[in-house]
């Protein structure tokens, strides 16, 4: 049998990164991508323990798995991620044909740990240190990145990627498993990421997006006395020739410091956009998410980036029905939203998760359908917003980068079955520097240009147009022309809000 490995990612972006990163390190010992986990050797799955709903996902498609793997003992099956952190040799007892468990902290050891496995027949776990078993030096060493291993082929598009610039969170949220498996906060060292941002600029890339659960907290500490925050990496990072974007979540609503805002307004090549999840608009349910902030703080920090950058636009995420949360703590969330001129927000029906202050020691105690109708209520007021800023913007001529095939198109290519020509006239999208989402007539050659857009329609999630001009037509060769073809074809890389599907690092 060849080697082939199959990978199914659920969660955030740090989830889509590390596949990224496990794929790399496994295509070096000759491993290549199957399609399905039928014809692979090697099948996995990168977890994701924020929601329930992606915890139940995985447990099922164990279960249909189970048969598969009886029949084929020399296959290894592994749970990689955030859940492998959380629920440990529980996953054994629960699906015991698995036969690798490793957290998000040990993934450079996936290659080892499958021959482990094959060698001996027996599971093979590798997993960081709890936030209470060790000093904090010991638990931090027990979460290795390992970052500069990229592979551009299981990127979204080759000419967009993640870069890691802090791991971990200190934060505590009451509601988080976070900090517990990706452990405490590091930030990664400048000269790291700009020879990371320079090797993926090297491979095609022209828009990073700068990882971190609080990002706005980097601080790296150079042990000299030096110091370096968020905004003096990105002036350092704006340098790279070749980088026209640069974008960063998800930010912490207490570390939204004047120079920050003021950089991401003066940098040209900054994406002029910052998602700051409020996640209520009441004190009384922020105290007991301990989030640390105020609603008056919250609304001061939104009310300086207006100051400061009016340009930009801003995102938020809401959790609807946390343990305690009444009709008139709900309703202070709503209008948190028809005053803030959010972009749009993120909305998630809270689900307590096991290993949380909130798990202890709160009742999840607003019924599932009033979650439902709250989360429904809040995205009603969120997209009359949206459509409102959204209108602003016909008459307009946009720049967007030009990312692939759109939602429809991409419809149309399953329901086909065939990936349309090069030059074939299709409808593509791609995203301002606004970070709002356009859907103009196109033809697949343009993934990876800069285009201009004279906008002629709006609903409350995308921009529509007509192509005024292109820039810079494709840079990409004939090899990742096809591969961004066939990856716009089989992701969408611009979720919109009523997706809701793909979830952001929490901040
Ligand atoms: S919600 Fe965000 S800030 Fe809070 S603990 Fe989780 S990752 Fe940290």
Known sequence: MTRKVYIETVGCQMNVLDSELVIGSLRKEGYSLAETAFEAEVILFNTCSVR????????????????????????????????????????LKRAPHVDLVCGPGQLER??????????????????????????RHDVEASFISYDPIRDA?????????????????????????????????QSRSPEHILSEANQLVDQGCREI?????????????????????????????????????????????????????????DLPKMVKYFHVPAQSGCDEVLLRMKRQYTISQYDEMR???RDRAPEAS??????????????????????IVNRSAFKNSYIFKYSPREGTRAFDKYVDDVPEEVKKRRNNDLLVAQNQQSLFLHRHWIGKEVEVLV????????????RLGFLPHAD???????????????????????????????????????????????ENQTTLNEKQMAQARHAAARFNPSPTPKEGNISLPMA
């Open 314 to 335: 801003v995102s938020s995420d809401f959790i609807v029905g946390f343990s305690g949360e009444t009709e008139e703590s709900f309703q202070k969330s709503v209008d």
């Open 153 to 185: 082929s299981m990127r979204p598009t080759p000419f967009q990627a993640y870069l890691r610039i802090q791991i971990g969170c200190d934060k505590f949220c009451t509601y988080c498993v976070v900090p517990s498996t990706r452990g405490p906060e």
């Open 110 to 135: 996936v290659p080892e740990l499958i021959e482990a496995a094959k060698a001996s027949g027996r599971p093979q776990m590798a997993l960081s240190l709890g936030r209470k078993e060790a000093t």
């Open 424 to 470: 074939s006239p299709v409808q593509m999208t791609g995203r301002t520097m606004h970070d709002l989402i356009v859907v103009f007539d196109g033809m697949p050659r343009l993934a990876g240009s800069m285009a201009k857009v004279h906008i002629t329609d709006t609903t409350a999630f995308t921009l529509f147009g007509q192509i005024a001009t292109v």
């Open 209 to 265: 997006t700068l990882l971190g659960q609080t990002v706005n907290s980097y601080r790296f500490d150079h042990g000299d006395g030096r110091k370096t925050c968020l905004s003096d990496l990105l002036i350092r990072l704006s340098g790279i020739n070749g980088l026209d974007r640069i974008r960063f979540v998800t930010n912490y609503p207490l570390d939204m410091t004047n120079d920050l805002i003021d950089a991401v307004r």
């Open 303 to 305: 009310q300086r980036i």
């Open 403 to 414: 990312e692939g095939l759109s939602l429809t198109t991409q419809r149309e290519v399953k």
């Open 52 to 91: 329930a709903h992606a915890e139940d996902k995985i447990y099922s498609a164990l279960g249909r798995l189970r048969e598969h793997m009886n029949e084929h003992p020399e296959k290894v099956l592994g749970i990689l991620g955030c859940m492998a952190q959380k629920d440990q040799d529980k996953i």
